[in-house]
């Protein structure tokens, strides 16, 4: 009886370990100096599509949870006459986790 019992116990922590993994997380991104980007900047979130923004924030919600690749680009236009345009560009892992929202924050350089 009490083998049978502790069996029960370990499928349902088993089944609440699965549920609890199955939840969902979110990311929060700070763009540190995304107001010297007029013209906005581009977000890119592994398996998600790319996302223009103007300002210096953005999240993401319903995210499965695992390590993410962000990637974001932007272009000065304030350059001085004459000079090309200069690109910038900031790269993060963030780690999802389930039923969390994941700050990050980033600097465009």
Request: aromatic residues 6%.
């Amino acid at each position: 009886m009490l083998e049978f019992q502790n069996v029960i116990q370990k499928l349902n922590e088993d089944a609440n370990v699965k549920v609890e993994s199955s939840k969902l997380g979110g990311l929060s991104i700070a763009i540190e100096n995304g107001d010297k980007f007029p013209d906005g900047i581009t977000i890119l979130l592994e398996g998600q599509a790319p996302v223009h923004v103007v300002g210096s924030s953005y999240a993401f919600n319903n995210l499965f949870p695992k390590i993410y690749r962000l990637s974001i680009d932007g272009l000065l236009s304030q350059k001085p006459e004459g000079q090309p345009e200069k690109k910038a560009h900031a790269e993060a892992l963030v780690n999802i986790t389930p039923g969390n929202i994941t700050n990050a924050a980033v600097s465009l350089k």
